[in-house]
């Protein structure tokens, strides 16, 4: 059990680092990072309802599995953000941070 506590302080959070980047960098309102927020929260109840619907009768080690995959290429529009991929092609800072909240 302290093993997983330490694990998780010791280790940075990536959205705790990401919010830093979006207010101080890309000049993104905190009340737009709520809003935000709230979008990644009805991407979560998507996904729960998704689940309850069509992956129940999946197996787990396959769903976790789709899920890892997925996870790494979201975290890629973390990437994109971050080296401004985005704005060589035309998306609004303000896009790319609501649909990474939203698939995440």
């Not at 619907?53 to 790494?72: C, D, E, N, Q």
Request: charged fraction near 10%; aromatic fraction near 18%.
């Amino acid at each position: 059990m302290a093993w997983f506590f330490l694990a998780h302080v010791s280790i940075p959070n990536l959205s705790t680092v990401m919010f830093y980047y979006q207010t101080e960098f890309l000049n993104l309102e905190a009340s737009f990072l709520g809003t935000v927020r709230v979008v990644g929260w009805l991407g979560l109840m998507f996904g729960t309802f998704a689940y309850n619907h069509y992956l129940k009768k999946m197996r787990l080690r396959t769903i976790l599995m789709l899920a890892h995959v997925g996870f790494s290429f979201m975290n890629l529009l973390n990437i994109a953000l971050v080296a401004r991929t985005n704005v060589a092609f035309g998306i609004f800072d303000k896009i790319m941070v609501l649909c990474g909240s939203a698939f995440q």
